[in-house]
């Protein structure tokens, strides 16, 4: 299963990029990628971080989800959001 680890803090991404990958998952790491980028990259699992001051993961998520060309249900799971902001993504 392909994850994508998309603008994690230094700590989180260090912890999640160790656990992924020992279990087995082709995880790949960046920031600041565009929608189009992230198709590219075919992740199953996009893990991302969402925090008060910077909601731009709300968007992402919305152009991520309304592109046709997405083979299968992308599973997000977001960090660092309260139950408003995981609504809005």
């Known amino acids: 299963m392909r994850v994508l680890l998309l603008n994690l803090g230094v700590d989180c991404l260090w912890a999640a990029n160790k656990s992924l990958g020992s279990q087995g998952y082709d995880v790949a790491t960046h ?52 139950k408003e902001d995981r609504a809005a993504a």
Not at 52 to 59: A, F, G, N, V
Not at 70 to 78: D, G, N
């Open 31 to 82: 920031h600041g990628l565009a929608v189009d980028q992230i198709l590219t990259l075919s992740p199953e699992v996009l893990v991302t971080e969402a925090t008060p001051s910077d909601l731009s993961c709300c968007w992402l998520i919305t152009q991520l989800k309304a592109r046709p060309e997405m083979e299968s249900p992308l599973k997000i799971v977001m960090r660092g959001a309260d």
